[in-house]
């Protein structure tokens, strides 16, 4: 199934993300929490792409678990900018060949790591967007970020650089994480003002320990609003407080973003599925999955 079939029949839902092991020794560690979090039966389960090496090989695999075998729609990720033309093309060949349907195309980061070739055929996901269109029928969906990409000058450029890659052909968008859910309203608004008509789908994290909120905000450049940095004050010393607290955020966010018109969220749980569960659990009767 396109996910782009599913995301206008005016429901509820909820997708949620998972990563492949960094290392084969962490593979069925991995397919355990995915096997948990597909029982939870989300809309969607998305799969990222690591820049080269380990997490990249096992991308197709676990998409492809996750349909056939769970029987839960999966959606690929495939990032651009450290892989030969050759490489995207073999990838986008095996999604093919494992029915999968839709594909999220990155760019990916710039690699820091020496170890990390850097290969030139591709500088932006909406390059990727062409090639996924020449090769097959999928749909693809594209990354966004409501406070700017880090790499921009300003929100304006990152907004016409959005409008063209939406325009090589995206069906769908999925956000960048936030902590404020006003910066996502304003986000829709500037972004329909300047002709972005695609369905937007906010990503929202769960975090629940203070070392991974550090982690975030240096990469991301997402914002971390006074609210939050009231929770972590007060919870991020005690782990088990700092969890429940992370978790309830995270919550009362989708239960704003969805009482504002919002349909469909997805959630960045970090392969964990008692996070996910929690979420869920006090979103029972929001959540219109199937
Ligand atoms: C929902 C989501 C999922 C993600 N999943 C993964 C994953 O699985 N694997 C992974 O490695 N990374 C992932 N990322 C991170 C992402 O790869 C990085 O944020 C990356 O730096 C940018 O990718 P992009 O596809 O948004 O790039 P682009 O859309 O190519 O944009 C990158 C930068 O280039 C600018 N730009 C775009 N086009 C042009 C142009 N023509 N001229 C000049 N500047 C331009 C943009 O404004 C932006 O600043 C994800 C991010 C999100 C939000």
């Given at each position: ?86 490489t ?13 349907e ?16 850097v ?43 959005l ?80 969890k ?20 469909h ?5 970090m ?20």
């Open positions: 199934m396109k996910i782009i079939d599913k995301l206008q029949d005016g429901k509820v839902h909820v997708s949620i993300e998972v990563f492949p092991p960094k290392t084969d020794a962490k593979y069925q560690e991995v397919i355990e929490a995915v096997d948990q979090i597909a029982a939870m039966r989300p809309f969607y389960i998305s799969v990222t792409y690591g820049a080269g090496g380990g997490t990249s090989r096992n991308t197709v695999k676990i998409a492809s678990h996750i349909k056939k075998d769970l029987g839960v729609e999966s959606l690929a990720h495939l990032s651009c900018v450290s892989s030969t033309r050759e995207v093309r073999q990838v986008i060949s095996e999604l093919q060949q494992e029915g999968i839709n594909i999220l195309a990155l760019r990916g980061d710039i690699p820091t790591d020496p170890e990390i070739p290969a030139k055929d591709y500088q932006y996901a909406s390059q990727l967007i062409e090639e996924i269109r020449k090769q097959g029928d999928f749909c693809i969906g594209a990354a966004c970020y409501p406070e700017g990409h880090v790499d921009s000058r300003d929100r304006k450029e990152d907004i016409c650089y409008k063209e890659k939406v325009d090589r052909g995206v069906d769908f968008l999925t956000t960048q994480m936030f902590f404020d859910n006003m910066v996502h309203y304003s986000f829709l608004y500037r972004i329909r003002e300047k002709g972005i008509t695609v369905p937007v789908i906010p990503g929202i994290m769960p975090v629940t320990n203070a070392k991974q909120m550090r982690r975030i905000l240096s990469m991301s450049g997402t914002a971390l609003p006074a609210r939050f940095q009231a929770v972590l004050d007060r919870f991020g010393t005690n782990p088990q407080a700092m429940q607290a992370g978790i309830a955020y995270a919550t009362e966010q989708i239960i704003d973003l969805i009482a504002n018109g919002i349909n969220i997805h959630i960045y749980s392969n964990k599925p008692e996070v996910a569960g929690a979420i869920l659990h006090q979103l029972s009767e929001i959540i219109e999955n199937d």
